[in-house]
C-alpha cells in the first residue's frame, strides 16, 4: 500500500526553524516528482514547494522563498523541507505529495507546523 508518513512538526516560536520529513513508501519514490502543501485552519490549500524526480529542479511559492528549502534522499525513500525564518503566518498542517501527470495523487496524514509566541 503506498503510504506517506510525514514527520517534524511542532511549536515553535517566529524566527525559528523546522525541518519536516516524509517516509515514502508503496511506490517507486525515485520516479516521482513530489511537493509539499499546506492548509491552514479556515483556509483552502497551497502548493508550498515542488522537487523533480532526481533532486532538480525546485520551485517554491512566493510566501516562502529564501526561507524553505526541499530536498530528498531516494535511497532513504525521504522528502524533507527545511523551514527557516518562521512566520506565524506558516501556521498550518504540512503535506507531502506525489506529483503525477500535472495532479496530485498521494497525500499523507499531515504534520502541524505552530508558529507562535
Known amino acids: 500500500e503506498v503510504q506517506l508518513v510525514e514527520s517534524g512538526g511542532g511549536m515553535v516560536q517566529p524566527g525559528g526553524s523546522l525541518r519536516l520529513s516524509c517516509a515514502a513508501s508503496?511506490?517507486?519514490?525515485?520516479?516521482?516528482?513530489m511537493s509539499w502543501v499546506r492548509q491552514a485552519p479556515g483556509k483552502g490549500p497551497e502548493w508550498v514547494s515542488f522537487?523533480?524526480?532526481?533532486?532538480?529542479?525546485?520551485y517554491y511559492a512566493d510566501s516562502v522563498k529564501g526561507r524553505f528549502t526541499i530536498s530528498r534522499d531516494n535511497a532513504k525513500n525521504t522528502l524533507y523541507l527545511q523551514m527557516n525564518n518562521l512566520k506565524p503566518e506558516d501556521t498550518a498542517l504540512y503535506y507531502c505529495t506525489r506529483e503525477w501527470y500535472g495532479g496530485l495523487d498521494y497525500w499523507g496524514k499531515g504534520t502541524l507546523v505552530t508558529v507562535s509566541s
Open positions: 522537487i523533480d524526480r532526481g533532486g532538480g529542479p525546485t
Open positions: 508503496g511506490f517507486t519514490f525515485s520516479s516521482s516528482d
